[in-house]
Structure formats: C-alpha cells, structure tokens
Nanobody
C-alpha cells in the first residue's frame, strides 16, 4: 500500500520559514517524480513545485519562485519543501504527490493528473 505522509506544518509569522517533509512508502521511490500542491481556504488546489525522480530538475510556481526550494533524498524516500520569506497568502494545506516517471510528465507536471498518489496534507498558517 502506497503512503505519502507530510509533516512539518504549523503556525509561523510572516517572513519566517518552515520545512515540510513528505515520507513515501510502498513504492519504488526513485521511479517517481514528486510534486507539492496547496489549497488555501476557499481556493482551488494549486501547484507549488515539483522535482524529477533523480532530483536534477525542479519546477516552481511563479508565486513561490525564489522563496521555496524543493529537494529530495532518495535513500530516505523523502522529499522536502523549504519555505522561506513566508507570506500570509501562503496559508494553505500543503500536500505532496508522487507521479510515475513518464516522458509526458514534463508536459503537465503542474497539474494534478500528472500524479498517481497523494498525501493527506499538512496545515501551514502564516500570520501577519
């Protein structure tokens, strides 16, 4: 059974930092590209960033580019999201997702359909 478990969320003041983790089990982790998505209150789910199966490429939404960093450690089956210079508008439930590496993944990595498995999410709240 595939499981993705996020951790590291919490309450932080604007300008602060948090690091989210997502630990995967039940799959051959190095075969999967990983993504982060978020859903704020009253908003639709939106793409945050993604990293390829080997970690060589990262992609970011414009809203977080330059502030957030995605990394992964395949030996630990874990992907990280380092969030810096947080803003109140970053408040959301953050979820990680795993997408099997396919040649067409690069065409739609920012869309939910590119991912096969999802975590439950972790709440991030940024106070002003």
């Amino acid at each position: 059974q595939v499981q993705l478990r996020e951790s590291g969320g919490g309450l932080v003041q604007a300008g602060g930092s948090l690091r989210l983790s997502c630990a995967a089990s039940g799959l051959t982790y190095s075969n999967y590209n990983m993504g982060w998505f978020r859903q704020g209150p009253g908003k639709e789910r939106e793409f945050v960033g993604a990293i390829t199966w080997g970690g060589s490429r990262q992609y970011y939404a414009d809203s977080v580019k330059g502030r957030f960093i995605i990394s992964r450690v395949n030996a630990e089956n874990t992907v990280y999201l380092q969030m810096n210079s947080l803003k109140p508008e970053d408040t959301a439930v953050y979820s990680c997702a795993a997408g099997l590496k396919r040649s067409d993944w690069f065409s739609y990595y920012s869309r939910g359909a590119a991912y096969d498995y999802w975590g439950q999410g972790t709440q991030v709240t940024v106070s002003s």
